[in-house]
């Protein structure tokens, strides 16, 4: 793979949602990583997906009760 080619990679990767894999309406943790919120609501858990840091700081308070409401379940 030359150089253009990673770039155009890097860049793709870095515009979706590592869950869905989608890249519209997106938010950005304090990480600087970015999902969906519908995406982080279905997680069990409030670390990002790629780095780990936690980021319940980050999600409004509804999406956060729904996550860790989740995370009973299992």
């Known amino acids: ?14 515009e979706v949602c590592p ?16 999902l969906h919120l519908e995406c982080a609501k279905q997680m069990n858990d409030t670390r990002c997906p790629i780095c780990r840091v936690s980021f319940d700081r980050d999600l409004p308070e509804d999406i ?11």
Do not use: A, P
């Not at 793979?1 to 870095?14: A, K, R």
């Not at 869950?19 to 970015?34: A, P, Q, R, V, Y």
């Open 1 to 14: 793979m030359d150089s253009q080619e990673e770039t155009l990679v890097d860049v793709s990767l870095d």
């Open 19 to 34: 869950i869905c894999l989608e890249g519209d309406n997106l938010f950005t943790l304090s990480c600087k990583h970015i």
């Open 64 to 74: 956060l009760t729904m996550i860790q409401e989740n995370n009973r379940k299992y």
